[in-house]
């Protein structure tokens, strides 16, 4: 009975070591899943870190281009709400661009004004608005008998007096030469940016002048004669035709303001279509990171 029991016993004993070595065998291979599971944690957790840094420097670029927005959709505003409200311009030509019909839509005729047909560098600015005065202020007309109509509208209401200019004029040469001692200088108008309906009006204000880099030499240039037109340097000092000197620092920003208004909001508008690009960009990559910190975490 005892030998009978002794090999049941051994038999347990023999089951059991077998088992032993399984769990064994499986203990080895747990252990080796947690270093796993640990090295991937570990390396998931740097993943995890390296997301919500990215996350963090992508929501603070979009406040920067969201500010950035704000900033400059308010400049332009600001910019066109003077353009609208005719900011710096004369009574009479407000008087005139102002006036409406009887539906209270503006009257047809009426282009615009000198002012807003140029468009030109800020280096060129001052150049400019020197040549061109206060022919900043001449309004563009479609023809003749529109200016004819605008003069005695601001006759009868006492509004002021004002300059219109065709948009067909009558040429007789812009007095340029093509004299050997002139062809280093520019001419301003290569450096004017203008529609194509608008360049016999260019032509007739700018034609005729040329840059130079200072009055020394455009006295020099002048005395050598063949040339008609006037000379200007880019501060805005001037050798007209007949030899009469303009120039001096002094408040041109009443000419200036005019051009410099109408080019920053050209850039300001560039400018917004590019920060609304980088903007959506920037929220897209946020929105990717934020679900990329959801998934690792």
Do not use: C
């Not at 399984?22 to 270093?35: H, I, N, P, S, T």
């Not at 959709?73 to 409406?100: C, F, M, P, Q």
């Not at 290569?190 to 130079?212: C, N, R, S, T």
């Amino acid at each position: 009975k005892n030998q009978a029991e002794l090999d049941g016993i051994d038999s347990r004993r023999q089951q059991i070591e077998s088992d032993l070595h399984k769990k064994d065998a499986e203990l080895l291979g747990l252990r080796q899943m947690k270093f796993a599971i640990a090295g991937e944690s570990e390396s998931a957790a740097t993943t995890l870190e390296q997301q919500k840094r990215e996350f963090d420097e992508a929501e603070k670029r979009v406040r920067e281009l969201r500010d950035l927005v704000s900033d400059r959709r308010s400049r332009l505003d600001s910019i066109v709400e003077l353009r609208k409200n005719l900011e710096g311009y004369r009574d009479g030509v407000r008087a005139v661009l102002s006036r409406t019909d009887s539906e209270g839509k503006k009257l047809e005729g009426f282009v615009g004004t000198v002012g807003e047909i140029f468009e030109t560098e800020s280096d060129y600015e001052p150049a400019l608005g020197a040549v061109l005065g206060e022919k900043l202020q001449y309004v563009v007309v479609k023809s003749q008998e529109d200016g004819i109509k605008a003069i005695e509208y601001l006759k009868n209401a006492s509004l002021g007096r004002g300059s219109f200019v065709p948009m067909e004029l009558r040429h007789h040469g812009n007095g340029f030469s093509e004299a050997d001692h002139l062809k280093h200088a520019v001419r301003l108008i290569e450096k004017v940016e203008v529609e194509e309906e608008f360049k016999g009006i260019a032509e007739f204000l700018l034609g005729d002048v040329l840059m130079i880099p200072d009055l020394s030499h455009g006295v020099q240039l002048w005395r050598k004669n063949g040339f008609r037109g006037t000379f200007v340097t880019p501060e805005g000092d001037i050798i007209h035709p007949q030899g009469v000197l303009t120039g001096g620092k002094g408040d041109r920003d009443e000419e200036t303001s005019l051009l410099r208004n109408k080019r920053e909001m050209s850039e300001l508008e560039r400018e917004l279509s590019e920060l609304t690009l980088r903007l959506s960009e920037e929220k897209e990559t946020k929105k990717q990171l934020q679900r990329a910190v959801f998934e690792w975490e």
